[in-house]
C-alpha cells in the first residue's frame, strides 16, 4: 500500500461509491470492449469511487477532492445508486485519525459535483457552511468561473451549494495556471474535460504522485482513445493525455486514480501501443 511520498505521510481516504452511465463513461469505445473491464448494472451504469487522498508532514494536512457529500435527496441517491455512510468524508477522517478541524489546506481539482459535494455542509441550523472551517480552499481561477457560468453541456455538474458557501466564507484562494500551493504540491492544470481542471502534483524525496482527477478517471482510460463522453472537448483531453502520459512514463510518476473502484494508483511505461503498467495498488493489497 502506498504509505509515503518523501516527507509526506499518505492516507488513501474511501469516502464511498456510486455509479454512472457506461457508455457516457467510456465515450466512443464500444460496450463490447468496455465491460469487460468495467461491468455495468442493469441500468448500463459502472460503479465509480469517491477516493480522497490526505498529505500530513506533521504541519500541513492536505486533503484533495471532498467526494459526493450528503446533501442530496433520495430521488438524487437513486439516480446515481449512492454508496457511502451519512458522513462520508468526516466518518473516513475519523477512521484514520483525524477530523474535519484538522485540515489546513483543501485541494479540489475542479467543481463538478462529484468531486466537490463534500466541501460544504448543513450545519444545526440547516445552513450550508464550509466543510472544514480551518482550511483555505485551493481552485483554479478558471474553474471557478466555469462554475459560475457554467456551459449548456455541463451545468448540470455544476451545483453552486457547493462551493458559493465557502467563497461567501471568505475561504477560497484562486490559482492561476500551473502553480505551487505547498512546497512539493503543485498544479497542472487540463481543460479537455472541463475548463481549469488541476491536477495535483506531490513531489518529495524523488518521488512523484500525480491526482488524475478527470483526465484519467479510471485505469481503463490510461488508453488514449478512452475518453470520457462527459468531456466538452475530447480531440484536446486527447492531447493532454498523451503529453501528461508520455512524461508519467518518462519520469517513473504514481498515477493516483480517483474514481476506479478496484485500482487505486499505478505506474506506467511507454509500450509498442499504449502504456503497460509496471507497478499497481489495489483496495485488497495490504
Given at each position: 500500500?502506498?504509505?509515503?511520498?518523501?516527507?509526506?505521510?499518505?492516507?488513501?481516504?474511501?469516502?464511498?461509491?456510486?455509479?454512472?452511465?457506461?457508455?457516457?463513461?467510456?465515450?466512443?469505445?464500444?460496450?463490447?470492449?468496455?465491460?469487460?473491464?468495467n461491468?455495468?448494472?442493469?441500468?448500463?451504469?459502472?460503479?465509480?469511487?469517491?477516493?480522497c487522498?490526505?498529505?500530513?508532514?506533521?504541519?500541513?494536512r492536505?486533503?484533495?477532492?471532498?467526494?459526493?457529500?450528503?446533501?442530496f435527496?433520495?430521488?438524487?441517491?437513486k439516480?446515481?445508486?449512492?454508496e457511502?455512510?451519512?458522513?462520508?468524508?468526516?466518518d473516513?477522517?475519523?477512521?484514520k485519525?483525524?477530523?474535519?478541524?484538522?485540515?489546513?489546506?483543501?485541494?479540489?481539482?475542479?467543481?463538478?459535483f462529484?468531486?466537490?459535494?463534500?466541501?460544504?455542509?448543513?450545519?444545526?441550523?440547516?445552513?450550508?457552511?464550509?466543510?472544514?472551517?480551518?482550511?483555505k480552499y485551493?481552485?483554479?481561477?478558471?474553474?471557478?468561473?466555469?462554475?459560475?457560468?457554467?456551459?449548456?453541456?455541463?451545468?448540470?455538474s455544476?451545483?453552486?451549494?457547493?462551493?458559493v458557501?465557502?467563497?461567501?466564507?471568505?475561504?477560497?484562494e484562486?490559482?492561476?495556471?500551473?502553480s505551487?500551493?505547498?512546497?512539493g504540491?503543485?498544479?497542472?492544470?487540463?481543460?479537455?474535460?472541463?475548463?481549469?481542471?488541476?491536477?495535483?502534483?506531490?513531489?518529495?524525496?524523488?518521488?512523484v504522485?500525480?491526482?488524475?482527477?478527470?483526465l484519467i478517471?479510471?485505469?481503463?482510460h490510461?488508453?488514449?482513445?478512452?475518453i470520457?463522453?462527459?468531456?466538452?472537448?475530447a480531440?484536446?483531453?486527447?492531447?493532454?493525455?498523451?503529453?501528461?502520459?508520455?512524461?508519467?512514463?518518462?519520469?517513473?510518476?504514481?498515477?493516483?486514480f480517483?474514481?476506479?473502484?478496484?485500482?487505486?494508483?499505478?505506474?506506467?511505461?511507454?509500450?509498442?501501443?499504449?502504456?503497460?503498467?509496471?507497478?499497481?495498488?489495489?483496495?485488497?493489497?495490504?
Amino acid at each position: 500500500m502506498l504509505k509515503r511520498i518523501g516527507k509526506w505521510k499518505v492516507e488513501i481516504l474511501e469516502t464511498g461509491n456510486f455509479w454512472l452511465d457506461g457508455g457516457a463513461m467510456m465515450g466512443s469505445v464500444p460496450k463490447v470492449l468496455w465491460e469487460k473491464t468495467n461491468p455495468p448494472d442493469s441500468q448500463n451504469r459502472i460503479k465509480l469511487s469517491l477516493r480522497c487522498l490526505l498529505l500530513d508532514n506533521g504541519t500541513d494536512r492536505v486533503l484533495i477532492e471532498s467526494g459526493m457529500g450528503n446533501k442530496f435527496d433520495e430521488n438524487f441517491s437513486k439516480m446515481f445508486n449512492i454508496e457511502q455512510s451519512n458522513n462520508p468524508l468526516s466518518d473516513t477522517l475519523y477512521d484514520k485519525g483525524y477530523s474535519v478541524k484538522d485540515i489546513t489546506h483543501a485541494i479540489l481539482t475542479h467543481l463538478h459535483f462529484d468531486h466537490a459535494g463534500g466541501a460544504v455542509k448543513l450545519d444545526s441550523k440547516e445552513t450550508l457552511v464550509p466543510m472544514f472551517p480551518n482550511a483555505k480552499y485551493y481552485i483554479s481561477k478558471d474553474n471557478w468561473d466555469a462554475g459560475i457560468n457554467p456551459s449548456p453541456r455541463d451545468q448540470a455538474s455544476y451545483l453552486k451549494e457547493n462551493y458559493v458557501p465557502i467563497y461567501d466564507a471568505g475561504l477560497f484562494e484562486f490559482v492561476s495556471g500551473n502553480s505551487t500551493i505547498l512546497p512539493g504540491i503543485s498544479t497542472y492544470i487540463v481543460n479537455g474535460h472541463t475548463k481549469g481542471q488541476q491536477l495535483i502534483k506531490i513531489e518529495s524525496d524523488g518521488e512523484v504522485l500525480v491526482f488524475c482527477s478527470d483526465l484519467i478517471p479510471l485505469e481503463s482510460h490510461l488508453k488514449l482513445p478512452w475518453i470520457m463522453g462527459y468531456d466538452l472537448n475530447a480531440q484536446l483531453t486527447l492531447e493532454e493525455k498523451t503529453t501528461f502520459l508520455n512524461l508519467a512514463s518518462k519520469n517513473n510518476w504514481w498515477l493516483f486514480f480517483y474514481h476506479d473502484p478496484n485500482t487505486i494508483a499505478v505506474k506506467i511505461k511507454r509500450d509498442e501501443k499504449y502504456y503497460k503498467i509496471v507497478e499497481r495498488i489495489q483496495i485488497n493489497d495490504g
